[in-house]
């Protein structure tokens, strides 16, 4: 074949590596440039396997995949050929060739660099396959990073291989011809869900053990379950150089709701550094502002949510689907030869995810001559000086609300956005023990000195709640050990996204 393809020369490229599937035959063509300016001789063998080196190669974790799901309009659970979105059964490989162009090239211009596209037997192995490995080569060609993934076909849908023999065979053909194609990766099977661990493990190691020249780097394994199992993938020590795939829905979780809720699914992967997150989505041709500050809507906290611990931890993601046809979730359109954004605000969130937009921040205000109580989430009680006390250091605790001064208090914020938050009863402020920056250090009430420790950031997470952060220590208001009871002390402690760290301010 070739070992590197260029613009000029890529169309007729295409052209001949697909004869190969149609007569068998042997082909070598020099190709005399493409116009006056570019002049090329290159021998294409149409026998021979692709070879490419990587144009942007997963390094030392996956921060640099910046990607989109491109799909078949029936959600890639199909029988029959696998026919991409913008393209028709009718095209031609010019056609092919021409769309495919047009929609990397687009997707490109908007920083993205990884394309996650479905394969099936019947797609590889029937008449389809010279264009389908059209888009895959040309996307590959243009620099584009390709995720091959296998998908079952609707008939079955049980979570499974559909048929072990032609499964094989399928990837047989992906590999002899893409395995030198460093820029193409090999995802075994989307969603495994009807395997147990065991059998999923099996599957995978008799893979790699029948392919045994595909680097393990290339290689991408879904998480047990419907991909959310990758911790339990990545400890197996016979998977350790491989790629992981992870998904996560708003239906996965129907008790999340804020921001921090939607934080953990990301935070609690213990193989960040080999985790593409490779399926999440929410509506985007509905208008919806993914923008607007967390709040009632499930959907925009889930998309902030993720996105932001995304960029914390460094995981790359491929969004589902960035290119779908009548799919609400999709975040492009192919239309008229154009490739055209659906929702600007959900593309931000995709930024911000890819490390390529600042992560957002969203402060509440509060009228500084207004008193609040400030509850828990997780045990329903609120922030209360123990006893009454009016003394510097009275203990803070939770409690059963009484409407007790004691129990209320007054946000005022300074120039950099912190609050004190000073107690209605005693006129102290919130303070951390000793200005201690230890985890565990109980919280006080004391005169104020507008010291870092008597500081707070709140920040809004959604459904009326806040995370509470000392500004000194920044570790998290929470209450000690999850307690439910009345007097359970209050103390600083590592931020964990848990409910007893989630703080709603609300009017008495």
């Not at 000392?470 to 050990?481: E, I, M, T």
Request: hydrophobic share 35%; proline share 3%.
């Amino acid at each position: 074949m070739i070992s590197k393809i260029n613009e000029c020369n890529l169309r007729t490229y295409i052209y001949m590596t697909a004869f190969k599937y149609l007569f068998f035959g042997i082909l070598t063509l020099q190709i005399i440039g493409c116009n006056e300016d570019s002049i090329n001789d290159i021998e294409v063998d149409a026998n021979l396997p692709e070879q490419m080196e990587a144009t942007n190669p997963i390094a030392e974790n996956t921060s640099n995949v910046k990607g989109v799901n491109w799909a078949d309009a029936r959600d890639n659970f199909v029988d029959t050929w696998l026919v991409l979105s913008g393209l028709n059964v009718s095209d031609d490989l010019a056609d092919v060739t021409s769309k495919t162009e047009i929609i990397i090239s687009s997707l490109q211009d908007k920083g993205i660099n990884m394309v996650r596209l479905p394969v099936n037997p019947a797609t590889v192995l029937q008449n389809w396959w010279p264009q389908h490995s059209t888009t895959i080569s040309t996307s590959a060609a243009l620099g584009m990073n390709v995720i091959i993934a296998y998908w079952e076909g609707d008939s079955s849908k049980d979570g499974k291989v559909d048929n072990l023999t032609s499964f094989y065979s399928m990837w047989d053909t992906l590999i002899t011809k893409y395995v030198g194609n460093e820029n193409v990766y090999f995802e075994i099977m989307n969603e495994p869900h009807g395997y147990s661990e065991e059998e999923l493990k099996t599957i995978y190691a008799d893979w790699i053990a029948h392919y045994p020249d595909v680097p393990l780097n290339r290689i991408v394994l879904d998480g047990v379950g419907y991909a959310t199992g990758v911790n339990e993938i990545g400890s197996d020590s016979r998977f350790s150089n491989c790629l992981l795939s992870f998904h996560y829905y708003t239906w996965f979780n129907n008790s999340y709701q804020t921001t921090a809720d939607w934080e953990l699914p990301i935070k609690n992967l213990q193989f960040p550094e080999r985790t593409i997150m490779t399926e999440f989505g929410v509506p985007m041709t509905t208008g919806k502002d993914y923008s607007t500050p967390p709040n009632n809507d499930v959907e925009i906290n889930y998309l902030q949510g993720i996105t932001s611990m995304l960029q914390e931890m460094e995981i790359g993601s491929i969004y589902w689907p960035g290119i779908r046809t009548n799919d609400s979730y999709s975040m492009f359109t192919y239309t008229n030869n154009q490739l055209l954004n659906t929702n600007e605000t959900g593309l931000d969130r995709l930024y911000v995810a890819w490390n390529m937009l600042a992560m957002p921040h969203y402060y509440p205000s509060f009228n500084a001559n207004t008193h609040f109580k400030i509850t828990n989430r997780n045990s329903g009680k609120v922030i209360d000086v123990n006893g009454g006390s009016t003394t510097n250091g009275g203990s803070i605790i939770q409690w059963d609300y009484s409407g007790g001064d004691n129990q209320l208090w007054s946000f005022t914020i300074d120039q950099n956005n912190s609050f004190t938050i000073s107690n209605k009863n005693s006129n102290k402020v919130l303070d951390v023990n000793n200005a201690s920056t230890e985890a565990g250090a109980g919280i006080i009430q004391w005169e104020s000195s507008q010291s870092d420790n008597q500081k707070w950031i709140v920040e809004n997470i959604g459904f009326g709640y806040s995370k509470i952060i000392n500004k000194n220590s920044g570790l998290s208001l929470d209450v000690n050990g999850g307690a439910t009871n009345n007097g359970g002390d209050i103390i600083q402690w590592y931020w964990n996204n848990g409910q007893n760290q989630q703080w709603e301010i609300s009017s008495p």
